[in-house]
T-cell receptor
Framework: KQEVTQIPAALSVPEGENLVLNCSFTDSAIYNLQWFRQDPGKGLTSLLLIQSSQREQTSGRLNASLDKSSGRSTLYIAASQPGDSATYLCAVRTSTSGTYKYIFGTGTRLKVLA | SAVISQKPSRDICQRGTSLTIQCQVDSQVTMMFWYRQQPGQSLTLIATANQGSEATYESGFVIDKFPISRPNLTFSTLTVSNMSPEDSSIYLC???????????FGPGTRLTVL
């Protein structure tokens, strides 16, 4: 059974710091991995999608990497800003008996201090 | 990307009643999902809404409690039946885009059961 874990559970950093969020999954047979941010009480906003054949994706100050063999992905945020404060979730897409489903991680709550 | 709307955005309901949540997408999509996010928790998949056939439910979720309709490729409803305070959660619908299999989320419905 696929399990997705995110470390750390919470993180507080001063503005301007570069930071790394971690996502681990137990079954390397994934189709893709997606990073989201969620603001309090809101839905999820897609940040980056990495296909299983890719090693990394970049969007602005965000860079996500994927190492399928070790079951890990990292989200790198450069020059963090107070507006980056949110919960960050990773999700892996798997297939069971031909049915696709997405398993979400436990999330990292990020607070960037001005 | 897909634009997804949900109604209602929030509701406060009495124990024992039912609430139907609507999800509308601005384009035809094959895959549509319903998730639950309990307070302080990550997302848990309730079911996959299948167009023209019965939904596929995850372990721990049953059709009698969470009936789902999907009459066409742009619309779905989730009903939370015979509600109890334990059903207080954010309910989110999501779709998978045809390009790159990226998942997009609606804004969520915040349900409080008294």
């Amino acid at each position: 059974k696929q399990e997705v874990t995110q470390i750390p559970a919470a993180l507080s950093v001063p503005e301007g710091e570069n930071l790394v969020l971690n996502c681990s999954f137990t079954d390397s047979a994934i189709y893709n991995l997606q990073w989201f941010r969620q603001d309090p009480g809101k839905g999820l906003t897609s940040l980056l999608l990495i296909q299983s054949s890719q090693r990394e994706q970049t969007s602005g100050r965000l860079n996500a990497s994927l190492d399928k063999s070790s079951g890990r992905s990292t989200l790198y945020i450069a020059a963090s800003q107070p507006g980056d404060s949110a919960t960050y979730l990773c999700a892996v897409r798997t297939s069971t008996s031909g049915t696709y489903k997405y398993i979400f991680g436990t999330g990292t709550r990020l607070k960037v201090l001005a | 990307s897909a634009v997804i709307s949900q109604k209602p955005s929030r509701d406060i309901c009495q124990r024992g009643t039912s609430l139907t949540i609507q999800c509308q997408v601005d384009s035809q999509v094959t895959m549509m999902f319903w998730y639950r996010q309990q307070p302080g928790q990550s997302l848990t998949l309730i079911a996959t809404a299948n167009q023209g056939s019965e939904a596929t439910y995850e372990s721990g979720f049953v059709i009698d409690k969470f009936p789902i309709s999907r009459p066409n490729l742009t619309f779905s409803t989730l009903t939370v039946s015979n509600m109890s305070p334990e059903d207080s959660s954010i309910y989110l619908c999501s779709v998978v885009g045809s390009s790159y299999n990226e998942q997009f989320f609606g804004p969520g419905t915040r349900l409080t059961v008294l």
